[in-house]
């Protein structure tokens, strides 16, 4: 028998570190039941114990007796046996891990409960309110729930058609927390379920069909409008050793008509 969350059917090798919040002790013994003929799960079964073991606290019984077995079963435990090999069966009393303390709290757990347990979880834990939380608490709360809170005189708080009115009707649940005579209320609600955005990747085809409806201009090599760029006349003579002179050539005058010119100069 497979266990069924939703659209996801679970199995032992579909099982998640996340997803295992969702089953219960019979569920796992059932997995671990339909799994006996899997080689694969054979062969990496420490693996998926592992995964179990993040949720549920796993003990070997390795005393057949009554009293035993039911000892744990007052702790709250199952017990049953799973196969681990042809030869091997053992008996495990296994529990869900609580979630009693915001130490609890994790990543893979944290949207598997609802916001009235996050306020059981919240209320058994504050002293000091929101901010008495460190902030790796806070985030792990954050990635599963819209939180908001407001710190008002206790006959503010409930005022009509307040923040505490316009939240409860919006599904949201709170937990008031006394400091003096002000009140901090906690607004909880669990997020929406996202799906994570995949990357579409356009086939040849469509590449060629959008290339052919538009037109990319070429702005790589265009000049700026502020450059000054000359142009050279392709019908301009080449220039040759010919035609090319200096303006000035200083390294021709002659030193003695120019001293005779400098005279002259100052004759004048």
């Known amino acids: 028998m497979e266990q069924q969350t939703g659209k996801k059917v679970l199995t032992l090798k579909t099982l998640t570190k996340s997803s295992v919040w969702d089953v219960q002790e019979n569920d796992i013994f059932r997995m671990c039941d339909n799994a006996e003929k899997d080689i694969e799960i054979k062969e990496n079964l420490r693996h998926y114990i592992d995964i179990i073991r993040s949720a549920f606290m796993i003990e070997e019984i390795k005393v057949d007796l009554p009293i035993v077995k039911e000892k744990y079963e007052k702790q709250g435990y199952k017990v049953g046996t799973v196969k681990i090999d042809d030869q091997t069966k053992v008996t495990w009393a296994i529990k869900k891990r609580p979630i009693v303390r915001v130490t609890d709290l994790t990543y893979e757990n944290i949207?598997?409960?609802?916001?009235?347990?996050?306020?059981?979880?919240?209320?058994?834990?504050?002293?000091?309110?929101?901010?008495?939380?460190?902030?790796?608490?806070?985030?792990?709360?954050?990635?599963?729930?819209?939180?908001?809170?407001?710190?008002?005189?206790?006959?503010r708080l409930h005022k009509k058609g307040g923040m505490y009115e316009k939240k409860v009707e919006d599904g949201f649940e709170v937990l008031e927390v006394a400091k003096g005579t002000w009140v901090e209320a906690i607004f909880a609600k669990l997020k929406p379920e996202t799906e994570k955005p995949r990357m579409k990747f356009a086939s040849s085809s469509d590449e060629e069909d959008e290339d052919a409806d538009v037109e990319i201009e070429d702005n790589y090599n265009k000049p700026d409008e502020d450059d000054d760029i000359e142009i050279d006349d392709p019908n301009d003579d080449e220039i040759t050793e010919d035609n090319y002179s200096t303006m000035m050539d200083l390294g021709s005058a002659d030193p003695d008509e120019e001293a005779e010119n400098m005279a002259e100069y100052g004759e004048e």
């Open 111 to 155: 949207r598997h409960i609802t916001a009235a347990k996050l306020m059981e979880v919240l209320d058994r834990n504050f002293g000091g309110g929101w901010d008495s939380l460190s902030q790796s608490i806070k985030d792990i709360i954050e990635s599963g729930f819209d939180i908001s809170t407001t710190t008002l005189p206790k006959d």
